[in-house]
């Protein structure tokens, strides 16, 4: 198993980070199997979608907020991201992607998104290859 952090800029925001994953599955050594990517935070989460048209992580952002609109769950009277915590749960914390020749098994568009909901802050990236 192996981590490392990302620092967000943002409230909200989608990170790229195939390549620090990718580069951790070859560093493994595995040559076949699969890869856990896992986050341990309740307001970020962790996605698999395009990242060549930064479009798209605006879009996905955007409907997260017409889905969740911040500002009036219970929870906002506590630390006011309750909104966070619900798109987090639904994105959920993790991914597993195939490993094939040592190498992630994504498609042609496909990339490791680190997903911030309540940024900006320091996010843990948790990777298991097996």
């Known amino acids: 198993m192996a981590e490392f952090s990302v620092r967000t800029k943002k409230r909200q925001e989608m990170v ?9 599955v070859k ?10 990517v896992y986050v341990p935070h309740a307001t970020a989460a ?3 979608n395009e990242n060549a048209d930064p479009n798209v992580c605006g879009d996905i952002l955007e409907a997260l907020g017409g889905l969740v609109p911040d500002g009036r769950w219970r929870h ?4 006011n ?3 966070a915590h619900i798109k987090a749960t639904i994105l959920g914390p993790s991914e597993a992607v195939p490993v094939r020749g ?3 098994r994504l498609g042609t568009w496909q990339s490791l998104m680190l ?3 309540d940024g900006p802050r ?8 097996r």
């Open 16 to 24: 790229d980070i195939t390549g620090k994953v990718g580069d951790l």
């Open 27 to 36: 560093q493994s050594g595995v040559s076949d199997g699969i890869c856990l």
């Open 46 to 48: 962790v996605a698999i």
């Open 76 to 79: 906002d009277r506590v630390d």
């Open 81 to 83: 991201n309750a909104a």
């Open 102 to 104: 040592g190498r992630l």
């Open 115 to 117: 997903v911030e909901l």
């Open 122 to 129: 320091e996010r843990t990236v948790i990777v298991e290859v």
